[in-house]
Structures are given as structure tokens and as C-alpha cells.
């Protein structure tokens, strides 16, 4: 996935799809492990949490194969996202920064499934460096360039503290790595040819406490919805929904 989507048997597939087809795959899976074959796109959306035109219009970019009134079927609809997203490839992961948050991802499912796998860990502590991460031995920072003839990563993860993870990403992007996956409180800048994408805990948790703020006792008044909060305006003031402030 770059700039405003990914190319999947010369179809143009838009960034805002492509971030929706992982819940589409995580929702068949665990329709199939219960033993449902077919799935409806109003089932799709329900699960998902977006109607079911927006459904039927994501997956017309994998092809046609939906039947109307009975639905798709589930098992080759997650065959044709795992395409898609290239999860029936090899895609090579170097961690940088092997701390509490490194060790966990290294060991985490998600990073030895759907095609990733977790080719390098490196570290800059000398306490760290040579330890083994499940089957991985940590190497040294300065071992980047070598692990990089030798494995090629497809994605290098930032998982450093935020004082030097531009620094990390310098490094990673200097030796090819196409793609990062940042886990460090801290904004990154890359060239445009490299696909960045950030997880920061922080932000998520602040996102919450905008709506817990506005929603529960003492917020402000009215629902909230996803189009935004009903409540308070420029002036301040309190008001109802449909009604202007005087």
C-alpha cells in the first residue's frame, strides 16, 4: 500500500478500502471458525460498522463474485483479501529497539501471521544485544546494513524511545526499507516513496477522552455520534441539538 491505494490485478484500490479489508479478513475468519460458509454484506456491516453499500463497494475492487441472495462465500472471500493485502508473500519485519514494547511485538501473533515474519531484532544496548527473542538473536544497530543484504525487510518497526526514533528511521529508510510501522510517541518524516504508519497509544487514548468528556456526567449535552459532538459551540454556551445558540 503507497500514496492513495494499492494495485491488485490492475484495479486502483483506494487507501480508505485497503484499511477496512483486515477487518473484513478478521471478521470472515472468525465466521468460518463457527462454521458459517456464507456471509451477507449487511452481516459484513453490521460487524464492521459500516453499511452495507460501502461493504458491497470495498470488495468490488477483489472482483465479482458475490451471489445475490445468497451472498459470498467466506472462505474464498478471505482467499482474495489475503491477496490483496499480499499476505500469500514473505514479508521480512526488522524491530528496532528491543525493549518491553520490542519483545512483545517480536512474540506477538500478528507479527508471524499474514505473510510477516520476524527476520531481525536489533538493539544499542550492549545488554541487550546477543540475547535471544524466541528464535531471533538481537544484533547491534550497527549490524543494519548487514541485516539488510541478508534479509531484506519488507517493513522496519520503530519501537525505540521517541528521542531517537527519527534517527532509527533515517537509518532504516538509508538502507531500503520500504515501508515503517512506527510504535514511537513522536511524528517521523520520510521521503514519499516510503509508506509510514504510526500507532501511538497516546493519541488513541486522548481521542476517547474527547468523546468520554462530552458524553458522560458533567460533558456536554446531546449524543455523540460520528460526525462529530453535539454540545458546546464556538461561544462556549450550552445548547440542543437543532437549535441555534442566541
Request: glycine fraction near 12%.
Amino acid at each position: 500500500m503507497a500514496g492513495e491505494g494499492s494495485e491488485f490485478r490492475g484495479r486502483r484500490i483506494p487507501e480508505a478500502t485497503v484499511v477496512r479489508l483486515p477487518v473484513y479478513q478478521r471478521i470472515l475468519s472468525e465466521l468460518l471458525a463457527g462454521d458459517q460458509r456464507t456471509v451477507s454484506s449487511e452481516q459484513l456491516a453490521v460487524r464492521a460498522r459500516v453499511n452495507a453499500a460501502k461493504v458491497r463497494k470495498d470488495l468490488s475492487h477483489l472482483g465479482s463474485f458475490g451471489t445475490r441472495g445468497t451472498g459470498y462465500d467466506a472462505a474464498l472471500l478471505v482467499a482474495q483479501i489475503d491477496r490483496a493485502l499480499g499476505a500469500d508473500r514473505d514479508w521480512p519485519i526488522a524491530i528496532v529497539g528491543i525493549g518491553n514494547l520490542g519483545r512483545a511485538l517480536a512474540n506477538s501473533e500478528g507479527f508471524s501471521s499474514h505473510g510477516f515474519r520476524v527476520g531481525a531484532l536489533l538493539d544499542a544496548d550492549p545488554a541487550v544485544v546477543g540475547t535471544m527473542v524466541g528464535s531471533v538473536r538481537v544484533r547491534h544497530i550497527d549490524d543494519l546494513a548487514t541485516v539488510a543484504a541478508e534479509e531484506r525487510p519488507a517493513v522496519g518497526v520503530v519501537a525505540t524511545p521517541a528521542a531517537v526514533a527519527q534517527e532509527v528511521t533515517d537509518a532504516l529508510v538509508s538502507i531500503g526499507v520500504p515501508s515503517i510501522l512506527n510504535f514511537a510517541s513522536r511524528v517521523l518524516t520520510v521521503p514519499p516513496h516510503v509508506v509510514l504508519r504510526n500507532v501511538d497509544l497516546s493519541i488513541e487514548l486522548q481521542v476517547m477522552s474527547f468523546y468520554q468528556a462530552r458524553s458522560g456526567p458533567g460533558g456536554v449535552d446531546g449524543p455523540v455520534s460520528s460526525l462529530g459532538v453535539v454540545g458546546r459551540d464556538g461561544t462556549g454556551e450550552r445548547r440542543r441539538a437543532g437549535r441555534r445558540p442566541r
